[in-house]
Structures are given as C-alpha cells and as structure tokens.
C-alpha cells in the first residue's frame, strides 16, 4: 500500500519562508510530484524530484531524499496569492500517484 | 483546447440515478487519469487509459463505477445506482504519455447525491 503523510495547516506572514514537509512508504517508488490546489480550482504542477536533492524554480524549492521517503516543500517570499492546499504525491509504477490529504497554507499580511 | 476540461461542473442527483462526468483532455496527450476527492482529502486514484486502453482500475471503489475512453480522446466516467457516498468532487487529469510526466488537471466535477 501507499502512505503518504504531511501537516494539515501551517500558518505564515507574507514575506516570510515556509517549509512543508512529506513523507511517504511507496512500493515501486519513482519520484515526488508537488500541486498546488486553491479551493475549488484544480490542482497545479509545482515540481517533480526523481534524484535526491534540492530543485530550484523560481521562490519554489523542492527537496528529496529517497532512503529517508522524505520530501519538502520551500516557499519564499510568500505572497497573499500562496494561500492554497498543497500536495505532496509519490509516483509509482511509472504512472500512479498517491496524494497526501494536503496541507493548508494561510499566508497573513 | 488549452487545458482539461470537464462537465458539467456540477451535478446533483438523487439516490440511486445513474450520472455520466465527461473529460476533454489536453490535444495530444496520451495518458488518462480520474481521480476521487472527498472535501480535505487528496485525490484518490480511480483508473487509467493509456489511448483507449484501460490498463488500471484498481481504485474504482465498486462495479457501480465504469469508464471509457472509445475513441483514445474523451473519457467518461459512468456511476449507476448512485449513493451518498459516492457525493465527492470527480477529477480528470491528463498527460503526454503518463511515464513520469506531470498530470494536468481539469476544475472537476462536484457531484452531489441527495
């Protein structure tokens, strides 16, 4: 089976920097996708970690470490327009994926 | 068109009507995914087509749930004799050929059964 846990809310102040963190136990693991999902809207494409390491896109940077089935999410210089679910969802067989419940990120001025 | 799309984008039933979700993937894109999202939960995987094949639905919760994909374009999902708990929001996602490659999401249809 898979499972993948995550905090359900954090809170942080606009400017600020906010960590999410994910970890998994998936059979046939091949990577950690990351969306955002504002209420009501679709979820969003974030990044995709297959290697262990830090990926950098923009004031989003996502980290993996395969032998610990751990994974976060970095956001910086967070903006009003953050506020949103995130989630962290680990790929397996090639095309399955398997989504945390998603942590609610309030970003306040 | 530019994006997933689906509809409609609400749907109310009554128990135990049967409703059909329509989703228009991405021009082009190979892979099909639906997903079930119950209010605060992720998404829970359904099923999977690959063109008109369907080659995983291990999430579909019971044989009440059917989906199609004839022509390796439009998908539908079917539910027959429909339950309360089946009352969640219903997503389409698709990808260029499914190996690895990011899933693009359609808004949902958010499926009611009074």
């Known amino acids: 089976g898979q499972n993948i846990d995550q905090p359900t809310e954090m809170t942080a102040t606009e400017g600020a920097i906010v960590q999410i963190n994910c970890t998994y136990q998936?059979?046939?693991?091949?990577?950690l996708f990351w969306y955002q999902q504002h209420a009501g809207e679709a979820p969003t494409f974030l990044s995709y970690?297959?290697?262990?390491g830090l990926e950098e896109k923009g004031r989003f940077s996502s980290f993996l470490s395969r032998s610990k089935g751990y994974s976060y999410l970095l956001l910086k210089e967070l903006q009003m327009k953050d506020s949103a679910s995130y989630l962290c969802a680990a790929s397996s067989n090639d095309y399955k994926l398997s989504f945390g419940a998603g942590t609610t990120v309030t970003v306040r001025a | 068109g530019a994006g997933v799309s689906q509809s409609p984008r609400y749907k109310v039933a009554k128990r135990g009507q049967d409703v059909a979700l329509r989703c228009d993937p991405i021009s082009g894109h190979v892979s099909l995914f639906w997903y079930q999202q119950a209010l605060g939960q992720g998404p829970e995987f359904l099923t999977y087509f690959q063109n008109e094949a369907q080659l995983d639905k291990s999430g579909l919760p019971s044989d009440r749930f059917f989906a199609e994909r004839p022509e390796g374009s439009v998908s539908t999902l079917k539910i027959q004799r429909t339950q309360q708990e089946d009352s969640a929001v219903y997503l389409c996602a698709s990808s260029l050929t499914g190996f690895n490659q990011p899933q693009h999401f359609g808004d949902g249809t958010r499926l009611s059964i009074l």
């Open positions: 970690n297959v290697l262990d």
């Open positions: 998936t059979s046939g693991f091949n990577g």
